[in-house]
Structures are given as structure tokens and as C-alpha cells.
């Protein structure tokens, strides 16, 4: 079947093109809706069948290439569309297939009576080509495509309201934040494909990773490829210093919150650097950036989240911390266990913010949690879900979150960075607080909404794709249980052969069980507990302990409310200056003053002269008769003088 | 088919004759005919691309009959893969251009449409010439209906747009003319007082040169060429006449003639003076360079979307120079299909810029802002020109400006890969200064009520655009159609420069 790869990828594309050439004329929800979703049904069918025969197939037999077409062929570059079917790229392929199926299901509800409804649903059929281009790219330039089609995708969903303000401007400049600061993570990307290029002659996969594991560690160039492809992952997947377009990305309408900015898109840059894990293993230092960064962006957008109060922005923030403890996994050489981790944070992440779209759907586009309270009853279904998905971000045993985020700290314990342990335990800490903040403020207490609103429980189109992405959550992490519980860890086992090269490059082996495994599982979900039990407290019983935090540290509230400034930071130290340089300095100082002032000014300086030697044409024969004289005695004086 | 060339050439010629004959008052005949035969030029040359031979690097069609006795000048044409896809590019462009002005030029139509056929004449006639004297007639031909173009049916400062156009290009040409005369009396020192400007013998004998007065002629030939790129920092000239040019105008400008000035430093400049070109190649790479980045950021504050799109011209073209002056098989290639690209993408924002300075008249930014709402076609059509103009892959910008920055990072001339890393930030440049141009244009919500009532593109409208989309997603989806063509004669070219380097390195130490 994997020869069909090909299919998986066709069929978003044709959903894309029927709705988006003639979805305007289709009208009929049903039919755009139908198209939108079978589509991607459809792939995902296929890309599970593939995916049950390379189970059934030995290990050796389960990677293949599947060529499309040649795409460019200039002097020494040859570069093919082609797929790579494998351990890795299925995972990612049933992931985006699988979620984004249900997604767009949920989104035929939610975006009833939209007028752009055959435009948003070709978006996001295109989304889904240009990520599957990303994930089964077999070469780097095919991925890049996806990387920046995915991009593109994601500008077009974010200002899809274009006539809508957002904060302070409007979605567009939310759209086009986020196009901007990818393409500077994607000028890395690119510097490091060049690099791959000259030094391995090639940008495909395969070759380039067989040539590159003859490198020695340490390698300077191996060092600067790393490192500018993680330039590139920090811009996608919103790492320091670049996760600045991801909460902002929240202008657009949930679905795609939910399928883009959490689920699928932002994972590319954990995707990619796994896929290229070779390079990582080999420069050390840039693994120790990796996970260093990855640490630190979990706890700093978990702090910024605990005092946010739009449900999505929390939710935004929650995803820039978890994305950094796949980073983290990364960065310690566990790269099976990040990608375990975008696994199951795809499914308890699509679900929270499919929760938060059902509430903001019921509240009439309310996103202030403030402003919520008490929905408990009135939407059963999505309060049950949305608490599964908080009990399994937090890290709750036996629910999926707990598996692959206890599995990624344990890894970081025992690589010996008990620095960035802390780190990471303490963001999850946060992590289990923010989020039971957040399910108190929107569904417990008391209603804090207008009379005039009546919520109420979504359709049965967005309520069932809520409870299935529930059962995932909950049964998703059976797919990595540790061997200290018992389990086989399926998915590390299933991943070994691609991580193969670089494990045996990083000398990691299969560790033994110790004991200090179980004290410090205990110990993170102890963590998870208490965040949880905290947060009850002060947002159910004692309201008044935030209120008197948040005025005895207003210097912290301030700061973590306004997300440390970094916006205005970037603005007054990038934006504003290169604008005012390039209008004032550039533009009409140098091009116009200088450049065109000499132009013109050499214009006027001949026109001035021939103002002189024009004179001597005047028409007055006394004059003439002058000239004549003057040269005359000129000749003879030199004549004389010689 | 050793006519063929002459055929193309000339067909626009026979419509200006014809033209003659018609009514001046009959405006609809005078537009259909200037169609019909800007249209057979380019049905005819789309059999020259089919019968091109992309495996075979030398001229092809050639015709060549002796014209100027005395002075050995000769009618000399053909093509090369270097040329065809120019060729291509300007009878595509040239009727897509008319019919874009189709009810926007009112004021005497007839000349109008004879001066645009004779542009393209002059064009044609520039792409495929293989006697310098020949070249150089049509490149000053060309320049006479431009003028007039922009001085007739320009804006309000149109007369100072023209003439500063008329003037800074022949500047440059002027001298131009004094090398070309200079490099046949050279040549007939060597031929046994045999004058010559053929190009095919002139790629051999120029070479020969001592290097000091070959840094003479380069400069001689290469100024006049960046004038017309134009290069940083002879490009003042450009926003001036596009934002006075009538949309054709504009649409021909940047789609066509910037490229007369970047073909011309192929075609001429790198190969006659090779042992300059290596001299002076880091040079001309920082100024494209620069360009690249100064074009950007100069284009970025513009008021005016015309100026804005003029600047970025800038700034692409200096993408193809980097590329062309890399001299490696991926910068010249890329190179040649970015002139392509640039001429699709830009051509197309300009004919969209006419488009809505039709319905509003007014160039501003300000002035629009939520045109997508009434407009939806039309912002669809704009947003993949401008994902074209920022080299989104899967588009054809994305294939010209990837093969350019590869091609510079890996090439030994330039020697660091400093150039291609710095010109790579033009990439994200060009999104911040299209897309907030878009934004601006297209979203957000209807301020000024004079946008409330705008009418969606008219079919003669997405006529002339749908042309250009298709070709700017065959480019970036399947370029080998048209690399394929260029292939041969781009390796022939670097394969010479190659063997000229080493003698270079004699000539040098010799010196010393």
C-alpha cells in the first residue's frame, strides 16, 4: 500500500481545489463541509492502512521512497518529488490526517453561517497538503515547501476575519506577525540547507544522513547546520526568541487554533529536527542550546499563562510551554520520547481548544474568562471533555500526558541535567495550576455572564469529534508506557530504527529500571496534584488569596501580564527603528537627497554652464567682432610668449 | 526555419504598417489589430520554443546576411537558450499589456498602439541580435517609443519621468557605443584589418584583450547595462518612469526592458571580458547585494504602491545580478529564470495596480484598505502575484531566488558565502513589505467610502491575469520545461569562463 503514499497527499489537494474554485458557487454548507472532510477522511484511511502493513512487515522492510516526480535539475542539484514512507513520517502523517480529520468535522458545526465558509474550508484542506508535504518529504527542498506552504496556510486562517480587530490592530497584522518572524526561522532553515548542500552535495535525507554520520563529533559544520536548523524550528514551533507570533495567532477562528497552532504546524519544528537528529547528535553543544532553550521556553510561557484571562490565549501559551518540553526531550538525545510527546499532545490539545471553541461558540464569541463561570451545566459534554484534556496536560496518571511528559523528564533526570529537571518539573507544576485555573474560571462557580446570553451544549458535529479526541487523550499514552511500569514503550521501539544512527552516535542504551525512575514519577505526579488542589482552592473557596497575590506582587502580575514585554521590546529595538531608517534615512535622505539630488543636480549644473556659454550666440555682431579680437591677441600673446 | 526569428521580429512591424491604413477614430480595429499581431508574434515564437533544441548550447535559427559592406556589419539573428526564454517572455508579455490598457488609453489610440508594437520590435530585436551594431540599433530603437509612451500617456509629471528615462539610459548607451566600436577596430587589428561586430567571433577575440583595457570596455558595456538592471545606485531613474508610465508601460518597464540590462551583462559583459568580470566580480556582487536590501527597505516605507513594486524591482533584479555573477551553473540558471519570474510577477502587480488606479485613480495605499470585501476575485488573483513576488515555494519566485542563493553560497568566484547569507534577508524582507502592502490594500475593514461600490474583475481582466498565474505555478511546480532550455547554453557559457580563469592567473603573474 505504501506506493499509494502518493493519494494521501492528493486528495487534501483535490478537496482544495474543488472548494476553493468553485466553493463559492457550490453554497450549500453540506456539500463544502462533506468535501472538506471526506478528503482528509480519505487520506487518513489510506495512510492507516499503510501504517498496519509496516506493523505486520519486518523492520528492515518499512522504510521505502516513493518518487512523484523530478522537480529541479540544475547543474549538480537534482532534487525529485518524492515521499519517504516511514516509522517516523506515518506517526506524523496519521496524526495530521487523523486530528485534522476530526477538526474539520468540528469545524462544519462551528463555522455554520460564516460567509466565507468554502474559503476556510479550501484553507484548510490546502493546511493539510502542505504539512503532509512537510512530514513525507523524502528530501529537504520538498519539506521546505510544506514548511513555508504550512506558513502560508496559517497566515491565510489567521486573518481569515479580515474585516475583525484584533487587540490592538486587526487579525491581518496578527497574520502577518506570524508570516514575518517564520520566514526570519525559515532564512535559517534555508542558510542551512545551502550548507547541507556544499558539504554533502545532496539534499536528500537519506544520502545526506548516510554521508553525515562519517563526520566526527564536534564537526564546525555539522555545528553551524544544527544550529540553523533549529534557528528554523524555533520560528515554526515557537521557541525563545521567536514564539512571539503564536499567541497572537489566536486571531483566527478555533478549529484552526486548534489543527494549526497546537496540534499539527507547530510540531514541525520538533519533526524536523528529529528527522535530522543525525546533525544534533553530532554537535553536542547545539543539543545543550536545544534542550536549554526548550526548558526554558516551558517555564516562561507557563508563567506568562497562569495570569492570562482569554481562554485561548492561555491555551496558546500552554502550547509554546509543552512544544518546549519536546525540545527538552530533543535536546537530551530522547528523540522518540519528544515525538511521543507531540503525539499525545496533539490529541489532549486539539481537544482542549475544540472545548474552548465550543464555550466561545456558546458565549457568542466571549473569550474573557472573567466574564464565564458556571457553564458546567449547561454543556455537560464539553466540561467532561475539556477536564480529561486538563487531567492529561497536567500530567494525571493513567491519561496520555502522564506517560510522555513523565517519560521526557525522567530522560532529562537521567542525562544528568537536573538544572533543567527543575525547570521542566517546576513548568509542570505551573502547567497543572494554569489549566485548573483555567476549567474553574470557565466552567465552575458561578455564572459571571450577561442574562442575555444563553449557552448552551454545541451540536452533535462538534460534541462527538470532543469525546473521541477524549478517549485518546486518555488512552493515547498506552502506546509509550515505560518498562518500569511494565509496558514495552511501543513507540520508542517502533521509532528505534530511525533514531538509529544518532542513539549510537549519543551511546545511549536501554537503560535499567532504578528505582530513582519511581521516586521521581511519584514526585511529578505529586507536582501535578498539588498544582490541581492549589488551584481549587484559590478559585473555588478563596478567591480573594489571587486578588491579594496579584496587588502584594503587582511588579510580577504586571510583568507576566504583559508576557514580559517582549512585543514592545522587538517593536522599539527592531521594528520601529528599521521603519523610521528605512522612510527618513534611506528613502528620502539618500535616494531622493543624494543619489537623485546628484542626478538632478548634474542636470541643473549643465544647464546653468550652457546659460553662460550660450550667451556667446546671442545674435550681436558687436560682440562677435569682441570674440574675434580677444582671440586674436590670445594667439599672439601665445605665439609671442613660446 | 531560418526565419523564424526574423518572422517574430518583424510581426509587430507588419501591425504597426497595417495600422497605417486604419481610421484613427476605428479604436476598437486599431486595439484588435495590435492584438492579432502582438498574438501571432507569440504564436510563432511558441513554435521556436517547441523546435528549440535545449541539448544543443550554440545559436539556433541562425540567419545572418551581410548589410553595411564597408564596415562588415551584417542582419545577424538567433537564439540560444540563454535568449529564448526572453524572447518568450516579451511576445507573452506584450499582448497581455494591451489588453490591459484596453479601456484605460483614450487619447490617440492609434499611436499608442503602434508605439507599444514598436517596442516590442525594438525588443525582439535586442534579445536576438548577433552583431553588436545591430544590437545596438534596436537597444536605442527601443528607447524612442518608451519615451513617448511615458511622455504622452503618462501621469501628471510625465514629461520630467521621460526625459530623465530618455537621458539616464542613453548616458550609458553612449558609451556603450564608443566600446563596441573600439572592439571592432581591436578585432580587425587580429583579422588582418577586417572590422567586425559579430558577436559569435567577437566571444573569442574579446577575450584576448589586455586586462586594462578590458576593465575599460566592462565598465563601458556594464554601466550601461546596471542603468538599465538598474543596479544600485543607478536606479533612480526607474520609480520616477514607472510611476509616470501608463499601466502597459509599467507592465513592459519591469517586465521586459529591466531585463535588456541584466541579459546584456551576460550575453556581453561576462563573456567579452571575462578576466574583468573575475576582477571585478565581488564588486558588482556587493552592489546587487546592497540592492537587494536597500531596494527592500526603500520599498517598504513607499506611499505609493507603484513606487513600493518599482523598488522592489530593485531589489529582485538585484537577486538576478548575484546570481548571473556567481558563475556557477545554478546562480546563471537561476538567475536566467528569475528575469522570467520577475517579468511574470512584477508585470502582473503592475497590471493589478492599473486595475484598481482604473476604478479609483489614485496610487495610494492610504486611500484603499478592505478591497477584498468587494473585490474577492480580484484579492484572490492579487495574493498569488504577491506570494509569487515573495518566492513561496511551489511558486516560480521560490525556484529563481533558491537556485541564485545556492548557486552564490556555493560558488568559487565570489569566494564567501557571505553574499548569498546576506541576500537571503531580502527574503524575509520582501514578505514584510508585500504582504503589509496587501494589508493595507486588502484587509481590514472599508474606511473610505468611495471603496464601498468597487466592481469586482471584469472577464477581460482575469483574461489578462490568469495567463501570468499559470505560468507562475508552472514555474515553481514543474521549472525543468523551461531550465531544460537553458541548460546546455548556461554550461557552454560557465565552461569558457572556467578555462579564462586560469589563463587570468597567467596573465597576472606575468604581469608582475
Redesign the interface.
Known sequence: MHEYIGFVVLFPFIGFLINGLLG?KIKSEKIIGSIGSGVIGISFAIAAVIFFQMLSSPVENRSHIIEI?????????SINAAYQVDQLSIIMTLVVTGVGFLIHVYAIGYMHGDKGYWRFFAYLNLFIFMMLNLVLADNF?LM??G???VG?CS?LLI?FW??KNFEKG????A??KA??VN??G??GF??A???I??TFGSLNFETVFGRAAAFSVGDVTIFWIALLLFVGATGKSAQIPLYVWLPDAMAGPTPVSALIHAATMVTAGVYMVARASIFFALSPSVMLIVAIIGALTAILAASIGLVQNGIKKVLAYSTISQLGYMFLALGVGAFATGLFHVVTHAFFKALLFLGAGSVIHAMHNEEDIQKMGGLKSKMPTTYKTFVIAALAISGIPPLSGFFSKDEILWKVFDAGYWPLWILAAGGAALTAFYMFRLTILTFEGSPRWDKDKHPHEAPKVMTIPLIILAVLSVVGGFIGIPAALGGSNAIEHFLDPIFERSNRILALGHHEVVPTEYILMLLSVVIAVVGILFARHIYLKRKDIAENLSKKYSGIHNLLWNKYFVDEIYDATILTP??K???KL??KFF?VGI??GA?NGT?KLINIISGYTRRMQAGFTQSYAAYFVAGIIIILAILIIR | MEHILTAIVFTPLLGVLALFFINRENANLIKTLGMAFSLLAFVISVFLFLKFDGTNPNMQFVFKILWIESLNISYNVGVDGISLLLVMLTTFLTPLALLSSWNSINKSIRNYVMMMLLLEVGMLGVFVSLDLFLFYVFWEAMLIPMYFIIGIWGGENRIYAAI?FF??TMFGSLLMLVAIIWLGYYASTLNGGKFTTDVIELFNIAPTIPLAIQTWMFFAFGLSFAIKVPMF?F???LPDAHVEAPTAGSVILAGVLLKMGTYGLLRFAIPFFPQATFEYLPYVAGLAVIGII?GA??A???PDIKKLVAYSSVSHLGFVVLGLFAL???GV??GIIQMVNHGLSTGALFIIVGMLYDRRHTRLISEYG?I??VM?VFATMFMIVS?SSIG???LNG??GE??I???A??SDYLGT?AF??LA??G??LA??YI??MF?RV????ITNPENEHLKDVSKREIAVLVPIIIFIVWIG????TF??KS?AST?QLIEKIEHYKSGNQAATTVGK
Open positions: 463559492s516526480f523530478n522537480w529541479i535539475n540544475v547543474g549538480s542539484i527542498l521546505f515547501l514548511w513555508e506552504g502560508l497566515y486573518g479580515y474585516e486587526t487579525t491581518n497584522d497574520a502577518m508570516f514575518v520566514r526570519v525559515d532564512f534555508l542558510i540547507m545551502f550548507l548542500f556544499i528599521t521603519l531608517a528605512s522612510d534611506l528613502w535616494d543619489i537623485d542626478v542636470a | 530623465k537621458i539616464y545606485p536606479h533612480t531613474w536597500y527597505l526603500v517598504m516605507v513607499q556557477t551553473e545554478e540558471q537561476g478592505g477584498s470585501k474577492p506570494l513561496l515555494p511551489g521560490f525556484i533558491f537556485l542563493l545556492i548557486g553560497f556555493k558565502p548569498s547569507i537571503a534577508t527574503v524575509i514578505a514584510v504582504l503589509w494589508k486588502m484587509y481590514g475593514k511546480v514543474y521549472p525543468s531550465l531544460n541548460a554550461k
